[in-house]
């Protein structure tokens, strides 16, 4: 069954700094797609970042970055010069395209992401 | 700007209501989507649509129904609200193409009383 693992609840970073938060991920698909999304405390849940399983390059989106491993199935994302504003969730997810249910994300637990001045 | 709009923020509604989580969005999409999301659960699929009347069950259906009377528009209903439906609503959207991006709504926290 596909899965998303996300091992860090919570995490704290020193604004300025870089930070990676970790994702794991599971399917017995070829093709598929991995996304994250920052989720604020008023609750929307902003898109960030894709990547798909073809890609050679990792993505990038400004501060965004993706660190995927495809043999190690994880996909990292890493934000660097940390800002207050990015104290969010930040969720991983997957899609597979040959999953029948017309674009259904999986998503991990989450990690809080907590930036200090 | 993409926008998907739902209709309330927050929601509080007697058990055996029947309660209607209405979404909106301006950017043509085919596929539209409802997910709840709990502490500890993460997001689940309740329904989606790919197109106008059309729609299909997600991972938990059970307590709950979808109109798409008009591309722009997915409602969620509550038949009977109950209170183990006391969550936060998604709704999201999503264009044809198969890597095209799920973009979601602000949310609505609904509390059954």
């Known amino acids: 069954a596909q899965k998303i693992t996300q091992t860090q609840p919570g995490m704290f970073v020193q604004e300025k700094e870089a930070v990676t938060l970790d994702c794991t991920y599971d399917t017995s698909d070829q093709s598929y797609g991995l996304f994250w999304y920052k989720q604020p405390s008023s609750g929307e849940m902003i898109f960030l970042i894709y990547?798909?399983?073809?890609?050679?390059q990792n993505a990038t989106e400004g501060r965004y970055s993706l660190n995927f491993q495809k043999a190690r199935k994880s996909a990292n994302l890493v934000i660097s010069a940390s800002q207050l504003g990015d104290s969010a969730m930040y969720f991983c997810?997957?899609?597979?395209?040959?999953?029948?249910?017309?674009?259904?994300?999986?998503f991990g637990q989450g990690t809080e992401l907590s930036v200090k001045p | 700007d993409v926008k998907v709009t739902q209709s309330s923020r927050y929601l509080v509604k007697r058990t055996g209501e029947k309660v209607f989580l209405e979404c909106v969005q301006d950017?043509?999409?085919?596929?539209m989507f409802w997910y709840r999301q709990d502490p500890g659960l993460g997001l689940r699929l309740i329904y989606f649509s790919y197109d106008v009347k059309m729609k299909e069950k997600g991972d938990i259906p059970e307590g709950y129904s979808v109109s798409r009377e008009k591309k722009e528009r997915f409602s969620l209903i509550l038949e009977s609200a109950s209170t183990n439906q006391t969550s936060m609503y998604l709704c999201?959207?999503?264009?044809?193409?198969?890597?095209?991006?799920?973009?979601f709504g602000a949310g609505t926290r609904l509390s059954v009383l």
């Open positions: 990547q798909g399983s073809y890609d050679e």
């Open positions: 950017m043509d999409h085919e596929n």
């Open positions: 999201a959207s999503r264009g044809g193409g198969s890597w095209n991006i799920q973009y």
């Open positions: 997810a997957m899609r597979e395209l040959s999953y029948n249910q017309g674009g259904k994300l999986i």
